[in-house]
């Protein structure tokens, strides 16, 4: 049994395995991110490798924060020990590079999340805002089962200039936040929940169905892609 | 051409047609209705007749009133035709007979339903639940877009025995709802919306994911199962 | 690599995990349960904690019964070691505390499960019943391949206040028991089954779709939804 | 504007409209339907016709009974006109040529219906069996919301050599017979309902998942399918 | 045959058909829009006639532009005899009251459509966002499938504040937009197409898996919420 | 932590655990099977137990072989350990009790199958209408890729009284199966294949549409169905 | 009321309606279509027009044959009103301007339809092919309920360099095709079945899943598609 | 506990496991090949072997490159023991026997893929096209969030006889590409991404729906189909 060789990896290139979008952050305003799930450790690594030594060489622009998202434990170790001072968020499943976020400019990113299990999908919603250089709040577990907790918050509703709205199940923060909040309104359906919560698809069509005007929504579990519109939103806040 | 003949309907009989459960209300507290939909008129015209006929006979218990649900208004008419003294509701698509509700007993069913277009679902339900013997209250367009629309209900939600909550689109009502209430909520999704609505199963899931405990959920549009439902829960009220 | 620090949990306090509803019992009647499921195993145990510090500090209303939901053996372990007396029930996946039932009050609550895979489900909402204070019975296997299993518990049919159906595969115990009972029908679709049955979703379907009027649903395996909204419907038995 | 001419019809042929399938009776003992459903009114009269030239030319089988299945009034019409002695059933929607059934040989066949709008899909299903030379018998609206209808069937039931269940909403019946029957059970869902009666998937879904061994099942609403396969089923009776 | 009454309407009331949200545009800062679709007649002239009157009645706040969506041709006419002034669209089945937009302030907002038969989603967004205060612009054909027509446009693109992408089919639109532009995108899946595109679902599905981020989606055909959203995140431009 | 009792098992009894139809063999001609899948171990060995129990005691009629199905090697082990004399099949997962099968009777049911992966299921089928009383045959890898496979069985589908066809992926087999037998087929869809093949979903709807009549569907994977069924079928061979 | 004024037609352009690709041909080397459906007639008639305006301009390379897709009756006479010497082939849905086919060059086009009610969609394909300058067979009516039928094609179906099979139902041809020939297969799912065909997705996904390598599939209904992608195929024969 | 016998497998021969289509090679051109995934090592082993025997005995046409895919480490590993000169390619996770790739002829086949998740399934084709004989080139990470990347690939796409666009998420690509191409593309969904792509679904329906002619659609991961399909296509170049 011969092993054919894998795809060639040429010294610090990344040939035959990704070609990295540097241009991203000098034409969209932020940077390309990189999405671990999915990609094997030979891969993974090679491309940490490659924005490392992209961001030491000169004559290049600054690539801002490179965020790995969706990171397993394993594959977090071996981001941060490919890129010295990234820090990684294990309940977030995120590591960033450099670790510190930049000063925050802008309006305020608010996260809401319904449920404690909601809790990494909040997060990493909150700390992408936050990497992408907005001053962002996180507050959890105010579902509307007791809709107190949510009428608690109309001031910081009313002061955010986007909203992160997480939620599993029956997904119905959504339509009430966005009934309160004169800010444009990121929902973020999760797969928290089952049986009938199809792994997300109902508390999804939920939000896509929200009565209340001023929602749009995001993947399920997609913290990065509501924390990314947000602080694209909030930008001129 | 021939065409063959019909199945067979011998004088004031349903052979061939039905075999109209006349002893459910001896059995069950609450007599059959009849789903008018999917019916040929023939055929519809024929169960009207047996009703009626049942009815003015001697030997029997009494029938309680038969409802006829999901009516065109062809349909509407020849029942009505049939049985003197029925009454039609146009907007619930339901003819009663004999027209005048029974006198209420029991706790008090409340009907909620969250937007105007949801109105003929909800008449279906608030009208059930009265000819079935209990008193009940119908409030409309508390959609939770508007949160004070349904928090200025709160008493009369408090004094309900059952609640029958309505909605289409997210179905974030019934949630809502339940996070108020210490009476059972029958939920009742509607085909009111479009596109990711899927004619109703966005809020049929939503309601079944409800974060609230306490909801349980009747087939999308089926606004006479949910009032009869209430009325089964509010009897001993 | 460092890792940054999880969310804040000031002593004893739950902030940035959880805001629990502390006044659900006082508002609805019934006590907010705790869905392990999904939680970590730190969020859990906080939550417990928390649990346990409201109850012995004085100046609250009694919290009730609390109920941990779909708890692994671990998480069941876990919060037993913070809550002294609590009980564990392993085929239920379920916790209480503090674990003796509360007096019965009320009508019955009957449990009737279609196979022997269907029992877990069951069972948890059987407990559930009697947690939240009604007398409860349990029968099981009494699927419609027999009908003979059913139609010899006529006389526990007629006689409960409240009736939970637990069935897999094609969920018709749901109808056949409606049409022999004048108490309303709760239904659980579970997820036993394999292929076509989607993991719950055909008997879901089939449920929903009751011939029988006086059944509504609840989701997927959602034994404690329905033990409670029985719970509630008996409660005025 | 010129209008390109249609598929070349040469005298009495089917070129570029059909391959009839004259051989199938010899090879599979029954003869080959023609689905009217679908097909331009010029393809389908095409089609009678050459059944007729070819029943009336020597040389060839018999061809046995021709139905033509699904046709709307209008097609039936058409039908009827090209082959003189046919008959039309017009809540089957079917129509036969020539119009009497043969000599009824085999085992009986048994078809039972849930409701009273399922009686279209069971004619068509008792029909079919009869012209394919089964005796047979039909049943209807004994679904299980009062099981005492079908279960004074029993001797009925027990006396089949097939048994087709038709059957809309929770499909129920399908699993109650076949829990009572030694005989085969055919099942055929049927789109009565709405909502989550998903145009007939979830009886489809339910019946798939019988509880009770020895169901089987065809398309939503094929009568004619479910006719034929028990036909096939009680031949050597 | 007496036919029920209908809801009470009193006197330019609206009691039992429904609950107009007058306070929306203090509190959200845009007012409450009426979706036709769904509604009788008799509900919507009542809506209409009661938003003219509390228009013309003293001490209450400026209401805004009032929308009236998805109007068929008889609603949107009946909608403007009870509201002189209003301006009809028929492509975008949108009738506005007052009818002239407001004087823009804000950011741009850029609709872009990829298909002809997407002009109507893409104009009821374009309406939505003038009326709702922002400048907007119109940009119809720029599918994927000749990509020269979107890279034209690249400027354009450049200087938005906020962008809708209406596509049907395979809805790449989007994804390519947003791979260009620093603005937020909102898309909206159309229900342009047929087969496979499942009604507006493969866009939707498409739209919510955009491989670029900065993307998020409403409900199939909702150029309402699109322009909406679009409206309140172009507002601080 | 103390943990509850388990539902209590009184000597030799199945309490709280099972109602086992030991009269099923009197009544439809064939024994209750086990499904193994779902139950618990202590389940599982208490009813394998009271079977043993009941066979070894006087007085009731003979229980026919009782079938374990979809059995875990765990399971299927405990079962033979309660039940000296049983067999297992690993590969159809099949637990038969006692082992031997019955001697033939009726006509032939033939098992086809169209790939290799198809084994484990068509196996079940194939022992399974062995067990319950006909000879039985099994043809593997006949699929319609390389249609000489099928075509070379002609004989034998000419021979059989009744053809069971088991099938993954297009499913395609069932129909040129049935376009060339006079035999009933019935159709199991397996969950052989990925992706599109939605777990067996896409063989279920390929062969629930037949184009050849003669075809009625069992659940995906059902080989027990199947060939139950088969031997219903094929009795009066 | 004042209706709004629809999108500016300036004289002979196409500006706010389309922005037709007329270098498609060029760079691609067959010309852009038009897909009626779900078009305006202002639209569809304006698109005819700016097509013959540039045909009939100077300095532009030749258009090639534009086909008018998915047209109703309605719009095909208005489109050949605006180009003289279109042809409309009704059964197809399809207009082609100009009318005649191209000299045919390259390899031939063979399209196989299952059954009649395929034959618009297959027509479709195979004017599309000669449209696109390849020679093409048309031959009905092979489905495999009658193996013979495709059988007998064995040579027609080597000689061709590219086939389309076009299917409803169990889709079943694509898969029993391939397996014979060496030729690419394109398959064309068609929406002719009822019930669990659902439109055409039983169809597809059964092609998607042909046991037999060599079989791609195109959208549900697509003859244009599947015509196209054959005659791209066949180019160099 | 007796443990049945397998299936019989004579000496050498395939009985009971499988049919293997030797001549499939001389009737289409390419070989049969062996898919892994849901086969026992017993059965995979034993057709690995059988392979083998027949090409080492007489008087047989040669087999050609036999393709083992989607084989796991295992079945990798088991089949090189009994095929000595086997080469695995772990990535894509296939065995081709003999190893070397045949002298290439016909046109080339060029494979796209969207991200660096996608590769796997790209190498499957990549690796099949060329194992059936043509030139093949494969391009990494050209998805549309950077159109750059693929822009910068238009005169490779020029060149190419057929092209592979594997892509998961929107998969946008196909569209993008065929847009550009005159060549044939066969799309390849990738079940790459989470939440709503539904394990590919997203991306296959995106694909059914490309908005350029000129793309059909493989299984999703199918490379193994698209680079068959692709190698047939640019057999003739």
């Known amino acids: 049994m011969r092993s054919q060789a894998p795809p060639s990896a040429p010294s610090g290139g990344l ?6 979008d540097f241009g991203r952050a ?7 991110a990189v999405l671990c ?3 094997t450790m030979d891969h993974l690594v090679a491309i940490a490798r490659a924005v490392g030594d992209r961001s030491s060489s000169n004559g290049h622009e600054p690539l801002g924060t490179i965020l790995f998202t969706r990171a397993s434990p ?13 820090v990684h968020d294990p309940v977030a499943r995120m590591v960033a590079w450099p670790g510190p976020a930049p000063e925050p400019s802008g309006g305020t990113v608010l996260v809401l999340c319904a ?21 962002a709040e996180l507050v959890v ?16 509703i009313a002061a955010a200039s986007a909203i992160v709205v997480v939620a599993g199940m029956d997904g119905a923060l959504a339509s009430v936040v966005a009934g309160l909040a004169s800010a444009p309104v990121v929902g973020v359906p999760t797969s928290v929940g089952y049986g009938a919560a199809l792994d997300g698809l109902a508390p999804l069509l939920s939000m896509l169905n929200a009565c209340a005007p001023g929602v749009a929504v995001v993947n399920i579990d997609n913290g990065y892609g509501a924390g990314h519109l947000a602080a694209q939103i909030a930008a001129s806040g």
Chains 1, 2, 3, 4, 5, 6, 7, 8 share one sequence.
């Open 15 to 20: 040939e035959g395995i990704a070609e990295f």
């Open 26 to 32: 000098a034409r969209r305003g932020y940077p390309e």
């Open 37 to 39: 799930e999915g990609k």
């Open 74 to 86: 394993d594959q977090a170790e071996a981001v941060c020990r490919e890129l010295p001072g990234a």
């Open 115 to 135: 449920g404690t299990a909601d809790i990494p999908v909040a997060r990493e919603a909150w700390l992408t805002a936050q990497h992408l250089g907005r001053p």
């Open 141 to 156: 577990d105010v579902g509307v089962a007791g809709l107190h907790r949510v009428l608690a918050r109309v001031d910081q």
